[in-house]
């Protein structure tokens, strides 16, 4: 076992060594071929574990994306911190499960103190629970899981005992622009995406405050309100201040998967003023503040109310509701014990670290702006935080398959607002300058052939 945990150690820092030089994504993926290497039918007998590792290693050489090097911007992907990386190894040697503080006290012990951190960077009352949840997805579904439970508890109904059938009917109010993970949550839910009453976007993606309250004084009842720090192609906040006054004591669940982070550096706190008078937030860990998969948080102004909705009781499971109450905010009974890698992220990079982290990236995100636009390229978003869109006319999406085949950098597309553009997400603390140079050059000489 020693010698093949560190072995798997050894082989994860090998990849990393090479991460900045192999090309991003792997040329021509042979899908059929990767799948055989891995091997056909179910194995009969058994084999030795570092013959399965070495097997392991190679089988997946190629087929890995080097989503952790400085060059990957698609999506919103960080590659993970050297701390956390670490710290999510030892976690699988630890092996823990951070259900609740009897099966890890260490798990538990360092999510309280992680969870308090995050609180504080992300300008979220210290009172608030913490959810350690699998990622956005799970905090959008812990967070109005929350919301449900109490809009329905102050019309006088037990959403968790009745369900919905009969129920008074909630209204749920968000922007045009939302992510889709929202309405998947809503889905899964039980509200379905047809409870949706839409808010106009603004120019930038960032909800319409004035369209917010002729929406919201359109109707009456229980009322959820789901806003966005992030717009996911534009990187536009909303306006949370302002909402919060035009949406008066109605919940408020806010989306800011990654650009809560916002928060935590002095120059871009003014996009999440108001944070504090939401009742719900998701945020990732795995994407802006770089720990390793699956990472993420929901936090709840009312931890009672947290509980009420996701808790769950069986005579067997002492320790349930105590001390942090971990399983008593996830999705999920059994997990990982993910609070140890996002402590160290923290731990690494400190209050300073985290701001200019965040800093750096939107820093980086502007020079790609700039020397696109310099190369003829159309910046179609103001870039106030990671995001860019860029567009050079012709067909753009000939133009991403062009980039991810050249293998120096890789983004994706999207389409906003009718219009296709190639999106830049700069979210990862290994990305240098050079890196946005050498990228943009290559955009640039593939765009104009
Ligand atoms: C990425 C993202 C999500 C979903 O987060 P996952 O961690 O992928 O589940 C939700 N909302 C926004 C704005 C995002 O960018």
Known sequence: MHSLLARAAELGAGYRAGLAERPVAPAAVDLAALRSSFGGPLPEAPTPPSDVLEQLARAAGPGLVATAGPRFFGFVIGGALPAATAADVLAAGWDQNGFNAVLSPAAAAAEDVAGAWLKELLGIPAGASTGFVTGGQAANT?????????????????????????????????????????DRALRLLGFGTRAVEPVKAGPQGAIDVEDLRKVREAGTGPLIVCLQAGNVNTGACDDLRAAREAVGDAWIHVDGAFGLWAAANPDTRALLDGVELADSWACDGHKWLNVPYDSGFVFCARPDVHAAAIAYRAAYLTGAGEVSGMGDLTLESSRRARGFAVWAAVRELGRDGVAELVGRCCRLARRFAGKLAEGGAEIANDVVLNQVLVSFGGDTDALIRKIQDDGTCWLGGTTWRGRRYLRISVSGWSTTEADVDRSAAAILRLAGQ
Not at 159 to 181: I, K, N, Y
């Open 142 to 182: 812990a967070g109005l899981a929350a919301a449900r439970h109490h809009v329905l508890a102050e019309a006088g109904w037990d959403v968790e005992r009745d369900g919905l059938a009969g129920a008074p009917r909630v209204r749920v109010v968000a922007s045009e622009e939302r992510h889709a993970t929202v």
